[in-house]
C-alpha cells in the first residue's frame, strides 16, 4: 500500500534540488559560461553532498576558465519562495490531473486481476462457514428449528383467527400476528447473521426482536383501545417523514413531494393529534395514555411489560447501531481482545445473540398463539420451551470450547520457536 505515495513523494523531496540545479544554471550563463542542464546538475550535486574541492568540468564544446559563483540569502528566500509557490499553486492540480488517469488504469488493473481474487474469497468463505458450522452447529440448528416451529405455529393461529371471524378481536389479533411474522423475518436475520460470523450485527438485530417483543407484550395487556393508538400512530410517523424529507429532498436532489401528497399526511396527523391529545406527538405517543406518562420512552414500556432485566443486552444492541466509542472498541467476534481490530467475520461471540434470540421469539409466539383452551396450542408452547431452554446449553458448551481452543492456541504462539533457541 501506499506505493503511489511513496514515489510522489520520493519526487517531491528532489525539488528542492531541482530548484537549486536552476538557480545554478542561471547564475553560470549570467557570467557568460553556455552552460547546460547537465552542467548545473552535476554542480549542484557536487554541492549538494558536502563535497569541498573545487568542481571541475570539461567540455568538447567550449572552453571554460575558472568561475567563481557566489550563493547570497537573497538567492535561498527564492528557492524557499518557489517552493511555497509550487505547493499551493501547481501541487493541487498536480495531485487532481495525476490521480484521475492513474485511477482509471488501476481499476481496470483490478478488474482484470479480480475473477481470480473473488474466487480465492469464495473458497476462504466456504471453508470458514465449514469451521463455523463445525463449531457452532449444534446450537444453530437448535435455533432454525425453533424459528420453523414458531413459523408453523403462527400459521395456523392465522389460519384460526381468519376462520372465526370475530371482529371484536379483529383488530388485536391482526396486530399481534403481524408482530410475531416480523419476529420471526427478524430472527431468520440473526440466523443468517450468526451462520455467517457477524456476532455483533446479530446483536443489533435481536435490539429489534427485543423491541417487537415488548411493544406486542404491552398492546397484549392493554388490549383494543392501545392497538387503536397504536396504529393511529403511522399518522405522527408518516408526518415526521415528510417534514425530514422535505428539507432535505432539494439538497439532495430529489424531487419534492407532490402537494396532494403532503395535504393528506398532514391532515392525517392534525386529526390524530386532535382525537389523542398533544402527547400522542412522541416517539410513544401511542402509550403515553395508558402508562399515564407524558413522553413515555421505551425504557417504560419495558417496564410495564415487566421485561426490563434484558436492558443491559439491550444496551449491547445500541452500541452496535450507533457509532458510540464503544462501539469502536467492545466487540463481540473479538472474544474479549478488544486491543485487535475486526473488519470482518469472526468465530467468535454467538453465544449472546444467539440465545437472546430464541429466548425473545418463544416469547412473542407463546404471547400471541397460545390460547389456553387448545391442546394443540399447549403443546406447541411446551415443546418451543423446552427447545428454548436447550439453545442456552448448547451455545454456552459451544463458547466454552472456543475459549479452551483460544487459549491453546495463544500458548502455543507464545513458545518460543526451536531455531530461537534458549
Known sequence: MDTLQQAFDHILDGLPG???????????????????????????MHILNGNSEPFTYKSRRHHMENVTLTLDEADLNDIASKLDSFAETQLPTLLETASGPISKHLLKTLKLSWPTEAALQQNDFREF??????????PLSQLRMLLTIAREW???????????KIDKQLDLRDILIRLLVRACQVTDEII???????????M????????????AAVI??????????????????????????????????????SER????????????????????????????????????????LEVDADRAEMRAYYQMGNDNIHAGVKSMFVRLGLLEDYTDFLGGRSNAGLMDPGQNAAHTLTQIAVLVCLSEGNLDDRVFAQVMMNLRDEIPRSFHQAHRKLRRDDRKYKRVRAQPSPDQGA
Open 220 to 257: 397484549s395487556q392493554h388490549g383494543e383501545d392501545l392497538v387503536e393508538r397504536y396504529v393511529a400512530h403511522q399518522a405522527v410517523e408518516s408526518k415526521r417523514a415528510m417534514d425530514k424529507y422535505t428539507k432535505s429532498c432539494e439538497e439532495l436532489g430529489y424531487k419534492p413531494m
Open 129 to 138: 462457514r465449514k469451521r463455523l458450522e463445525e463449531r457452532w452447529g449444534i
Open 18 to 44: 531541482r530548484f537549486f540545479e536552476e538557480l545554478l544554471l542561471r547564475k553560470l550563463r549570467d557570467t557568460g559560461i553556455p552552460a547546460t542542464t547537465t552542467l548545473s546538475r552535476k554542480l549542484a
Open 261 to 300: 401528497a403532503c395535504k393528506k399526511i398532514n391532515k392525517a396527523y392534525e386529526a390524530a393529534v386532535a382525537r389523542y391529545g398533544a402527547e400522542f406527538k412522541g416517539d410513544y405517543g401511542w402509550a403515553a395514555a395508558h402508562l399515564k406518562k407524558k413522553r413515555p420512552t421505551f425504557a417504560d
Open 192 to 202: 443468517c447473521l450468526l451462520e455467517n460470523g457477524f456476532a455483533d450485527g446479530a
Open 204 to 215: 443489533a438485530r435481536w435490539r429489534t426482536l427485543h423491541e417487537i417483543g415488548i411493544v
Open 154 to 164: 403462527c400459521q395456523e393461529t392465522c389460519n384460526r383467527d381468519r376462520s372465526l
